[in-house]
């Protein structure tokens, strides 16, 4: 069992919590708006010379979480094309486990999808 931090929105639907997206600000135990693009998902997508603002449209209302010591990234977009399940490939076959999970939604429940992204990297911290 996680930590309890059921939340249910206007709509009745259950949350796993509140959004610590940029635009929501919530407060969330290891939580952080955003993403680096140093490390992570968006420095194998994008590579060095990344400038900011290039992300991906899908990496809307992004924010990570810091589990056990291991970042687990978040995107809440409204829509998936195309460019979406390119990059997820791409990310799959760098090593990161990629979940698309509309129940995990904490940004519109019900409107926008959580894709959940752990890392390679995470991975080999969480072993110490
Ligand atoms: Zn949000």
């Known amino acids: 069992m996680g930590v309890g931090l059921e939340v249910t929105t206007q709509d009745g639907i259950e949350t796993p919590g509140p959004c ?9 135990p290891g939580g952080e708006a955003g993403w680096p693009l140093e490390s992570g998902p968006l420095a194998v997508l994008l590579g060095p010379d990344v400038q900011p603002g290039e992300q991906p449209s ?9 589990r056990a010591s291991v970042w687990n990234y978040y995107a809440e977009p409204y829509d998936l094309g195309e460019r979406a399940f390119r990059d997820f490939l791409k990310l799959a076959r760098a090593g990161f486990h990629v979940t698309v999970s509309p129940s995990q939604a904490r940004h519109f429940p019900g409107r926008t999808v959580c894709i959940e992204i752990v890392g390679p990297e995470s991975a080999e911290a969480s072993r110490g």
């Open 20 to 28: 610590p997206c940029s635009g929501c600000g919530a407060s969330v």
């Open 58 to 66: 899908w990496v809307d209302h992004s924010y990570r979480i810091l």
